[in-house]
């Protein structure tokens, strides 16, 4: 079998998958596309700013197109990429930045233009505040728009050792799968604490946050979440979310 190149595809999360094109030896006709990893060297952290608004349209309204935004984002490589927003708290929501350089975030975020205008209390509530950058380390198979019934929760993991959740993750992956799709429930990436590996964000899929609760409760999970090799604590719940790509 030849190998012939690898690349990077798609654009925001999708651009940190690298490609590797496989071609048959026999006809060498049909390049088959096969999904190898997701590296730090190809991915650019995302950093995660949370912002309690007075009222969502009016800030948007004066944020999608900020000329002063766009101008600050190209001078320091940061790049806003997509909305997070809380569906039971419409004007709560975290702006999700991609970043080549953590120090480049924090160049934004003191940036006083911005710094001006965050101090607005027409249009914050309080100042937005970065609670994390985080990489990528896991995408499962999922086609957005599939499941339109569906909401995006993140469970957020405090562990004891990544290495330790990390191989019992991958142990248990068939059963993880079985039991995860027996509640309708689906895990569609992994999100890495830059500073911490042992803070962990699930992304995933349920019908409702009941339905994921219930999920978390049961026997199994709770097993092993009570294990201190493997966790601090139980999981947090966050969501549901709408998103919003910019």
């Keep these: 079998m030849e190998l012939e190149t690898t ?8 651009s ?3 490609v590797l094109f496989v071609v048959s030896p026999i006809t060498k006709l049909r390049k088959v596309p096969i999904i190898l990893k997701i590296t730090r060297k190809v991915l650019m952290p995302l950093f995660f700013s949370e912002h309690k608004l007075v009222d969502f349209e009016n800030w948007f309204a004066t944020f999608e197109n900020n000329e002063v935004r ?9 790049k806003a990429i997509r909305l997070i927003r809380y569906l039971d ?6 702006v999700v930045f991609d970043a080549r ?9 003191s940036d ?21 950058g985080y990489d990528v380390t896991d995408v499962e198979n999922y086609v957005p728009g ?3 019934s569906m909401k995006v929760f993140w469970i957020i993991h405090d562990l004891a050792d990544y290495n330790s959740w990390s191989d019992h993750r991958i142990e248990t ?17 992994q999100l890495q604490n830059i500073e911490d590996i042992n803070n962990i964000i699930s992304v995933v899929i349920a019908p409702s946050r009941d339905i994921l609760i219930a999920l978390l409760s049961d026997s199994w999970p709770q097993e092993i979440f009570a294990n201190r090799d493997i966790y601090k604590g139980i999981p947090k719940v966050l969501g549901p979310f709408s998103a919003i790509d910019l």
């Design 89 to 94: 708290e419409p004007n709560h929501l975290m």
């Design 173 to 189: 992956d068939s059963k993880r799968k079985s039991f995860l799709k027996e509640h309708g429930v689906s895990n569609i990436r």
């Design 101 to 109: 350089d953590p120090a480049n975030m924090s160049k934004l975020q």
């Design 70 to 78: 766009l101008e600050i984002e190209k001078k320091t490589g940061v």
């Design 7 to 14: 690349r990077p595809i798609g654009k925001n999360i999708h």
């Design 16 to 18: 940190h998958l690298e």
């Design 112 to 132: 006083p233009r911005l710094q001006k205008r965050f101090s607005d209390k027409s249009i914050f509530v309080e100042p937005p505040k970065i609670i994390g």
């Design 146 to 148: 599939s499941g339109t």
